[in-house]
């Protein structure tokens, strides 16, 4: 049976255009397979701990050796690379913050680089490929080739350079210049904002459509 990570991050609730359009492309997958299992997280309500002094190095000392806080945080981190495992596929709704992803999305990314769980020791090899993860990405401004702002997207490059350690290979489809319909200074950019929403939508809705034989 498939089964369905769905994963959002925004704190913006129903404003979000993250959540708006992993809502869609789970709306999409649930189509293209009925009968098909969920599992959903909101990092936006419910965010994972960070690492930090107390927990971090759980990834880097022998399980016996643990503390108490460094056991709690290996048993999440078994918990989270055990849901990539039992999806086919994995939905990230992914806003730019400040230039950069939401701090819940690289704490996601830290817990799941475990040595034995996601990645093997000996070869480095990333265990937790031949799944799809498709990140639905949000970006107030624009980033585009000659735009002002051309490479301060920070979370698209990084993404798949921290994921490649574990095996997932992310495809991206992007909605530009959310921002245009409530910042008067952006009010020109309201067609083109609309115009690239309407083309990740249209993605959206091609997704896992049948083959044409």
């Not at 999806?87 to 939401?102: E, K, R, S, V």
């Not at 990333?126 to 920070?154: K, N, Q």
């Amino acid at each position: 049976m498939a089964h369905l990570l769905h994963i959002d991050s925004s704190i913006k609730g129903d404003a979000s255009v993250s959540r708006s359009l992993t809502a869609r492309a789970a709306d999409v997958w649930r189509t293209a397979h009925p009968g098909g299992t969920v599992t959903y997280r909101d990092f936006g309500v419910d965010p994972l701990p960070h690492l930090d002094a107390a927990t971090g190095l759980a990834r880097m000392v022998p399980g016996d050796q643990h503390t108490p806080a460094q056991a709690a945080s290996w048993e999440l981190t078994k918990q989270l690379v055990g849901e990539v495992l039992e999806a086919d596929t994995i939905l990230l709704g992914l806003p730019l913050y400040n230039f950069g992803p939401p701090s819940t999305v690289k704490a996601w990314v830290d817990h799941l680089i475990a040595p034995g769980l996601s990645t093997d020791p000996e070869t480095q090899t990333g265990l937790l490929g031949g799944r799809e993860l498709l990140v639905l990405a949000s970006r107030g401004g624009g980033y585009l080739p000659g735009t002002p702002r051309e490479g301060w997207d920070h979370a698209e490059p990084w993404l798949p350079h921290a994921l490649s350690t574990i095996g997932l290979e992310p495809r991206f489809i992007t909605a530009e210049l959310t921002l245009a319909d409530t910042v008067p200074q952006m009010a020109e950019l309201r067609g083109l904002a609309a115009e690239s929403l309407a083309a990740a939508e249209r993605e959206i809705d091609a997704l896992w459509a049948p083959v044409a034989a």
